[in-house]
C-alpha cells in the first residue's frame, strides 16, 4: 500500500480524476466511461491541465467546499510542485444512472519525483467516488468524495 513519503501528500483532485479501466462486458456508458477515466489518468501523467479542466462540469462542487476553479488551482499547485507523475488505479464500481448520470468508486495511488524530499519522490494513495453526468456526448465531473484507504469517501 502506498501511503504519505515524507510527510507530504498529493493534492486529491489530481489523483481524483486518475484512473484505468477494467471489467467485462461493460454497457456502452460503462465503455465511455472507463475511456474518460482513463483519459484522465493519462492527463494527469502528461500534466495536462487544460486537458483535465475540459473533464470538469462549470457546476462543480464537492462536499469539501470545491468549486470548478479551486480543483484548476489546485491542479496547477501539484504540477508546479511534482514531476514525473505516475498514476495506479483500480475501479471498484461503476452504476449508470439513465445513461446520463454515473458514480463510480475507485482508487487510485500516484507517485512523482519531488526533489523537496529526503528520497526524491512522494506517493499517495487514497479511495474516491465520483458523481458525473452526461453534458452532450461528454461525460463531466460534477462532484468528488475522497479518503484514505480503508474509509469511506467523504
Not at 470538469?56 to 476553479?69: F, I, K, L, M, T
Not at 528520497?119 to 465531473?141: I, P, Y
Request: with cysteine; charged share 30%; hydrophobic share 45%.
Amino acid at each position: 500500500m502506498i501511503r504519505k513519503v515524507n510527510g507530504r501528500r498529493f493534492t486529491a483532485p489530481a489523483i481524483l480524476l486518475a484512473t484505468l479501466a477494467a471489467c467485462s462486458q461493460p454497457t456502452d456508458a460503462e465503455t465511455a466511461l472507463r475511456t474518460w477515466l482513463a483519459s484522465g489518468a493519462r492527463a494527469v501523467e502528461l500534466e495536462d491541465r487544460r486537458e483535465l479542466m475540459a473533464m470538469v462540469s462549470p457546476d462543480y462542487a464537492d462536499a469539501r467546499g470545491n468549486s470548478r476553479e479551486d480543483i484548476d488551482r489546485l491542479l496547477r499547485l501539484l504540477f508546479l510542485r511534482e514531476d514525473g507523475i505516475r498514476v495506479v488505479t483500480r475501479i471498484e464500481n461503476i452504476t449508470v444512472h439513465d445513461d446520463s448520470a454515473a458514480d463510480v468508486m475507485l482508487t487510485a495511488a500516484v507517485a512523482g519525483n519531488d526533489e523537496a524530499t529526503l528520497l526524491g519522490f512522494s506517493a499517495d494513495a487514497l479511495r474516491f467516488r465520483f458523481e458525473l453526468v452526461v453534458d452532450g456526448e461528454d461525460w463531466l465531473l460534477t462532484g468528488a468524495r475522497w479518503g484514505e484507504l480503508g474509509e469511506e469517501p467523504r
